[in-house]
């Protein structure tokens, strides 16, 4: 993961976030996407919903990503866990690329590593954002 460039959540994703990292750990034995997304939430910039900017990926954000290696462009909600999807492009923030994702903004490059290696990503648009259409609640 990229961890040069400052991240923004919302308190609300924050406090939802903690809560799940917390129920999570006591039941499952060590997880180091849990330990990945919790040091990324502990330090992201946390602001109220109402102010995020519109161009932060939040939960239950649509965004799409383009594999900078590649050159493809790939589309996905980021959701927790117990929503995630991958025939409906519902990607678990405990993924690793959904923890890589969170509290970015557009244009930022995402380094993403996993067992053969690792991709680089750029956030080229928010497609949907909770917090900017004033869904608050989600």
């Known amino acids: 993961?990229?961890?040069?460039?400052?991240?923004?959540?919302?308190?609300?994703?924050?406090?939802?976030?903690?809560?799940?990292?917390?129920?999570?750990?006591?039941?499952?034995?060590?997880?180091?996407?849990?330990?990945?997304?919790?040091?990324?939430?502990?330090?992201?910039?946390?602001v109220d919903s109402q102010v995020i900017p519109p161009n932060f990926v939040t939960m239950n954000s649509i965004i799409e990503l383009k594999n900078l290696g590649e050159l493809e462009f790939q589309e996905f909600q980021l959701v927790f866990p117990?929503?995630?999807?991958?025939?409906?492009?519902?990607?678990?923030?405990?993924?690793?690329?959904?923890?890589?994702?969170?509290?970015?903004?557009?244009?930022?490059?995402?380094?993403w590593k996993f067992p053969g290696g690792e991709n680089h990503f750029q956030i080229t648009k928010i497609k949907y954002q909770p917090e900017a259409n004033g869904d608050f609640h989600l």
């Open 1 to 46: 993961m990229n961890t040069q460039n400052k991240i923004c959540l919302t308190h609300f994703d924050y406090g939802r976030l903690k809560l799940m990292i917390s129920n999570h750990s006591k039941t499952n034995k060590v997880d180091h996407n849990v330990k990945d997304l919790l040091g990324e939430i502990e330090r992201a910039q946390k």
């Open 82 to 111: 117990e929503e995630a999807n991958t025939e409906e492009n519902k990607i678990s923030v405990l993924a690793p690329i959904g923890t890589a994702v969170l509290g970015y903004k557009t244009g930022d490059v995402i380094q």
